[in-house]
């Protein structure tokens, strides 16, 4: 991923989103290109912080990790959620305490958790006894949480099936935690990414409740709740704002875990998805025959260079072309790659003015979460996605 730094943009106007429109419309790009606006960003962490009252927010790196996106979340007083050795060495590299890190993959190589734990990382998240027993023997007397399973999510991309435990294998691993000289301090979860309505959340935290208070009674002193992520950005579909949403949410929480010291939210996407937009450029517009009452339209982005989470179509991204006001029609979507599946969206069409032709520039809105992480080295010769930090 190359990076530029554009420390100050002058006479640029303040308002965020025609910051991030003045400097793109005055530039040329040419590769594939996400443009991030820290201001927004930092206006995100506000409305989420303001929502999420006393809860700590540990911004989930993978969404993005720009360094100087992690830079202005340190400055700004966030905390961070890790899943590797780099994105800790990210976090301390641009600032961040040690005391401020939790290691939330539920998966670490060992060696991993004992460099984590030199560093001073002191709060580990699992789902199984054998991570356990990496953590005792590799984080001598760590705090650790245990991450439950979310059964039914009603999420856009949702993160199940991969990660977290039953109630009575989480209750199991608070005692194994223990008895390995570990501290087990609570639960963590995630609803799954893009839950676009708070209340969407309260089925799994009703059934957390349960097992929280259960592991209480087995004589466990949880104080810590870990709400992971799902706060929503907006791809189309309506979406509360973030301080409501947040705030809806830890109603919630502290109606169902009177007992929580301490709550712990994990946004990603949520905290960077609308800071930032994607320039694209269409490389050919095509029928496959006479009869084609759909057009297929080639970007110079696709699957493998950050548009990955149009998997399944299941996210469904907004695209604005200098010809918006001519009249439209549906189209195929895919990206540039010999690969049959570099196909963007093809089940539900898109719809895109009928005059749009090779050369002409897309924006892809709302794109500063999960993509430049999702871009590939160079598939097909293909450069990665760029990234512009203003
Ligand atoms: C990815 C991830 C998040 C962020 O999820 P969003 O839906 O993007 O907010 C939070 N917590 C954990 C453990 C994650 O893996």
């Not at 899943?83 to 040690?98: H, Q």
């Not at 439209?328 to 003015?353: F, N, Q, T, W």
Request: with cysteine; glycine share 8%; net charge negative.
């Amino acid at each position: 991923m190359t990076m530029h730094y554009v420390p100050d943009l002058g006479k640029i106007s303040v308002d965020s989103v025609s910051r991030l429109d003045a400097y793109v419309a005055s530039r040329e790009f040419d590769r594939p290109t996400l443009v991030m606006d820290l201001d927004r960003v930092s206006a995100q962490y506000r409305a989420l912080k303001a929502g999420l009252g006393r809860a700590d927010v540990h911004y989930a790196v993978k969404a993005n990790p720009a360094r100087q996106v992690i830079a202005r979340l340190v400055d700004l007083g966030s905390h961070f959620d890790a899943a590797s050795r780099g994105e800790i060495a990210l976090c301390l590299a641009e600032g961040a305490d040690p005391s401020e890190i939790s290691f939330g993959n539920t998966i670490k190589r060992a060696s991993d958790i004992a460099w984590a734990h030199a560093q001073g990382i002191r709060l580990f998240a699992a789902d199984a006894e054998e991570e356990l027993v990496k953590i005792a023997e590799h984080a001598p007397g760590a705090s650790v949480y245990i991450r439950l399973i979310v059964e039914v999510s009603e999420a856009d991309w949702p993160l199940s099936r991969k990660f977290g435990c039953d109630r009575d294998m989480a209750l199991h691993l608070l005692d194994v935690a223990k008895s390995l000289g570990l501290t087990p301090v609570g639960f963590s979860f995630h609803v799954g990414s893009q839950t676009r309505q708070a209340s969407m959340w309260a089925p799994t935290l009703d059934v957390f409740a349960k097992i929280w208070a259960d592991a209480r009674t087995a004589g466990h002193d949880l104080s810590l709740l870990n709400i992971g992520g799902g706060f929503p950005a907006f791809y189309g579909e309506e979406i509360e704002a973030p301080t409501a949403y947040a705030s809806q949410v830890i109603a919630m929480v502290e109606a169902r875990f009177p007992e929580a010291r301490k709550i712990m939210a994990e946004p990603g996407r949520g905290m960077v998805a609308e800071a930032g937009v994607i320039v694209s450029e269409v490389m050919l517009v095509s029928r496959k025959s006479e009869r084609d009452l759909h057009r297929w339209v080639y970007l110079d982005i696709g699957r493998f260079s950050g548009l990955a989470e149009t998997e399944g179509e299941a996210i469904r991204y907004q695209f604005e072309t200098p010809r918006d006001a001519d009249q439209h029609g549906p189209c195929i979507m895919a990206g540039p790659s010999c690969d049959s599946a570099d196909v963007l969206y093809e089940k539900r069409p898109v719809s895109l003015p009928l005059t749009l032709k090779s050369g002409d520039r897309v924006l892809i809105r709302n794109t500063g979460a999960y993509t430049s992480t999702y871009s590939s080295v160079g598939f097909n010769g293909f450069p990665p996605l760029d990234v512009v930090v203003i």
